[in-house]
């Protein structure tokens, strides 16, 4: 597959280039021997099309054989090229200044650094303040035209790795490698205590108490819910603590944790101590930060994101390697 893109003056989508070109994003693929018998069967089965979005592309997008408009039940044969022009989108969100920390970004994708106390989209308590209004006016501001798709989302006070898809495609490529288990999202976490093992697996079904709740809680007829940890270092009374997903629970981390006995510095939900005002490490949020992501995208394999701590948790760290 080769990845590049078609001048557009009038057009509206995507990354503007060096010198104010806008530039519209195009898919190219090279047929070769092993192919499949149609053009629809070749962008589902080798290239993680699905059919909707194929039928999308079709009737706002274009799909096109050797430079030819063509019928997604055309057969194709090796030494065909397939081009995908990916639809035009309008920025779906309310753009207001508000600063992000990018940490990468191409025509497919954007990931960004999150700090806390920042909401991850509107919502009825929060409508103009939130990630998505501040990646608006940033993409606006420079010349990006594309709905806003978040591949995860945070807690309004968990810090770290946010990505965020560029196109449909993208989006859907994407989730499809987290249900098969081939995306990492990586977290670190302040605990109080030490954890009984170095490393283990917390294996504990999470639900809702009652309808509306806010808190999760371990449960019997909870979801299924599996973590995996690892303890990086060890304080007086406190660890760091690194975390992986297996399935991606609302509060995952938080619930897990505290069920093991070790809940999360400053957690304002599930750290009694934190609100009860005894919790001595002065954090005004949750000690969670999103630490890495590694994934694949349509054009690039394998990527590896990372984001560095926040004043607050260095911060913290400080506090508590000085307290050793």
Known sequence: MIFN???????????????????????????????????????????????????????????????????????????DVIEIRMPQEDIDGEPVLGKINVVYEDDELLVINKPPFCVTHPTKSHQLDTLANYISYYWKNNGVSAKIRFINRLDRDTTGIVAIAKNKYVHHYVQKEMNLGQVRKVYHAFVHGKLPHKEGIIDAPIGQPYEDCIHRVVMDEGKPSVTHYKVLEEYQNASLVELVLETGRTHQIRVHLKHLGNPIIGDPLYNKANSDKTDCYEMAHQALHARSLELSLPSKKQLNFMAEYGKELTDLKKRLIDNK
């Open 5 to 79: 893109y078609i001048d557009q003056k009038t057009a509206k989508n995507s990354f503007k280039k060096p010198g104010g070109r806008i530039i519209s994003l195009v898919y190219t693929y090279h047929i070769s021997e092993n192919h499949e018998k149609l053009v629809r069967e070749e962008l589902v089965n080798r290239y993680s099309y699905s059919s909707r979005l194929i039928r999308e592309i079709k009737r706002i997008g274009k799909i096109s054989l050797n430079q030819k408009e063509c019928f997604l039940g055309q057969t194709i044969k090796s030494g």
